[in-house]
């Protein structure tokens, strides 16, 4: 796609004043784009790297508790995999794909660079895209994210609750945990929040975006999904995460609980000298290198079309 062409086509200007105030509904035309076709998609699948994907499985336990285990595509054709997971309870995460082809960047970089027209002033300092493909009916649960957002369908519908970044949709603290832990993980939710929820059915062509750090959560129809993410960090967001972030080890380490959220100024000069030296620290390493084990791989001849791995087998 070049410049000349828009992906934005429902922006209206009303979006701008909008944006990062409440949740919005935009028009696009990314699902037409050659790159995001089932064939590009596929063959994608096939050379992306096994550290930069994340292939997941979902079930529930007896007692009803869902549990996720991370696998292998372990040389399955791509469309293979996407048929996989369209016959359920699987989805795939590829991750920061503009990293691994030159194409998506620029496409995504042309389709910043149309929100950064409508929006004078706007001016991310880092982009990343991920493509999420995802079984009939998957759930994502209640979370919220570190960096800006915005969710492009591509195939498929979806639906999508969003709600305020702020008590007792969010609380502080756990704002902060996330930060300290380095990524996003699920929050209370409390059904009862839906009343308050934003919510969004979104079909091939819809884009939506929502204030920094609203938690959000997303139930799939009965079909295959593929969403394209993106995230970007503004100035104003990653000093709001590295505030985050500082606090989350003044309290932990320290017992001391700082509340301003000041981006400028003394204070957030400490608070970005605290949190830069906690990254460097061993500590830090240790909470940020969790990772799951792979546990399945993909086997088209077995039963489920997937075969478990022994324990041993961590990481391979
Ligand atoms: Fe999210």
């Known amino acids: 796609m070049t410049s000349d062409e828009r992906t934005l086509v429902g922006w209206q200007a ?68 996407i048929d996989a997971i369209a016959g359920g309870s699987l989805w795939l995460n590829l991750r920061d794909v503009g990293r691994y082809d030159r194409r998506y ?50 195939v498929g519908r979806k639906r999508v609750y969003v709600y305020a970044p702020q008590p007792p949709f969010l609380e502080r603290q756990a704002l902060e945990d996330i930060a300290y832990a380095g990524f996003e993980f699920k929050l209370d939710y409390r059904p009862e929040f839906d009343a308050s ?43 709001s995460q590295q505030i985050h972030l500082a606090h989350a080890v003044l309290r932990r380490h320290l017992g001391w609980s700082a509340r301003s959220q000041a981006r400028s100024g003394p204070s957030y000069w400490a608070k970005a000298a605290l949190q830069a030296a906690w990254r460097r620290s061993p500590w830090a390493a240790q909470v940020q290198q969790a990772s799951r084990p792979v546990e399945f791989r993909l086997d ?17």
Not at 117 to 140: E, Y
Not at 215 to 231: A, K, M
């Open 105 to 154: 960047a620029d496409l995504l970089d042309a389709t910043y660079a149309e929100i950064g027209a409508r929006m004078p002033g706007f001016a991310p300092r880092s982009l990343k895209m991920g493509i999420l493909i995802s079984s009939p009916r998957a759930q994502v649960h209640y979370h919220c994210d570190l960096p800006g957002q915005a969710l492009w369908q591509i």
């Open 197 to 239: 929820a934003q919510v969004f059915d979104l079909a091939p062509g819809g884009m939506l975006t929502w204030p920094l750090n609203s938690p959000h959560r997303v139930d799939n129809e009965d079909c295959l999904n593929i969403s394209v993410t993106t995230e970007h960090w503004t100035d104003d967001n990653r000093r």
């Open 14 to 81: 009303d979006h701008a004043e909008q944006w990062n105030r409440a949740a919005i509904h935009v028009p696009h035309t990314l699902h037409r784009a050659p790159l995001f076709a089932l064939d590009a998609l596929a063959e994608l699948i096939e050379r992306y790297p096994k550290d930069a994907y994340a292939l997941v499985h979902t079930n529930h336990t007896s007692d009803g508790q869902r549990r996720w285990r991370e696998g292998d595509r372990a040389g399955m054709p791509g469309r293979q995999v």
């Open 300 to 316: 088209p001849r077995a039963p489920g079309g997937m075969v478990d791995l022994p324990t041993a087998d961590h990481g391979q």
